[in-house]
């Protein structure tokens, strides 16, 4: 079992930044990718962006040049540099987790919050 703990939410105005963290826990082996997804209310969950532990990143189209993900991969946790925040990046900021070992299981965190306003 793995268990991801997301933090460093919360409002911020538009144009602010956030640094989001997702320490992951538990029975973790190497080769996973991890991800950032976000659901807005009333609308459906999206990919924000995604990095592997060889370094490779994907973003989403909204998120390219203004966000950034790293992992720090000895230490199971990733990070989501957001920058230039805006009132549609508002919504539940969740971290995935999609491991090698377990090709056909992934796992979510509980979510995070993100409020971006005036």
């Known amino acids: 079992q793995v268990q991801l703990v997301e933090s460093g939410g919360g409002l911020v105005q538009p144009g602010g930044s956030l640094r989001l963290s997702c320490a992951a826990s538990?029975?973790?082996?190497?080769?996973?990718?991890m991800g950032w997804y976000r659901q807005a209310l009333g609308k459906e969950r999206e990919l924000v962006a995604t990095?592997?532990?060889?370094?490779?990143?994907s973003y989403a189209n909204s998120a390219k040049g203004r966000f950034s993900i790293s992992l720090a991969n000895t230490e199971n946790t990733v990070y989501l540099q957001m920058n230039d925040l805006q009132p549609d990046d508002t919504g539940v900021y969740y971290c995935?987790?999609?491991?090698?070992?377990?090709?056909?299981?992934?796992?979510w965190g509980k979510g995070i919050l993100v409020t971006v306003s005036s």
């Open positions: 990095v592997s532990v060889g370094g490779s990143t």
């Open positions: 995935k987790m999609t491991p090698a070992w377990q090709r056909a299981m992934s796992y």
């Open positions: 538990g029975n973790i082996f190497s080769g996973y990718i």
